[in-house]
């Protein structure tokens, strides 16, 4: 089952679990779309992953609460 983490990983920007605007790559590594789209490029700066619309999930089963936040991995992987 995916995590579904809280937050943009850039930006911190909330993502709640219905949330039409996160983008996660294959480890869920998660950024809102505005960063994934402008900052990243579509690409994940962690693993070099594609970054692609993350399914949403019924309120009936819960999310992850563990919140990754590190903007400073946030440039562009070379």
């Known amino acids: 089952m995916l995590e579904l983490r809280p937050g943009c990983e ?10 039409t605007e996160a983008r ?6 998660t ?6 789209d402008t900052v990243l490029g579509g690409t994940c700066p962690n693993c070099g992953g594609e970054l692609v619309a993350r399914p949403r999930r019924p309120a009936n089963n819960p999310p992850s609460t563990t919140r990754i936040y590190n ?3 946030c440039g562009k992987r070379s």
């Open 24 to 29: 996660i790559c294959s480890f869920e590594c």
């Open 71 to 73: 903007p400073a991995g």
């Open 10 to 19: 850039c930006c911190d920007k909330d993502l709640p679990p219905d949330s």
């Open 31 to 36: 950024f809102c779309a505005s960063c994934a």
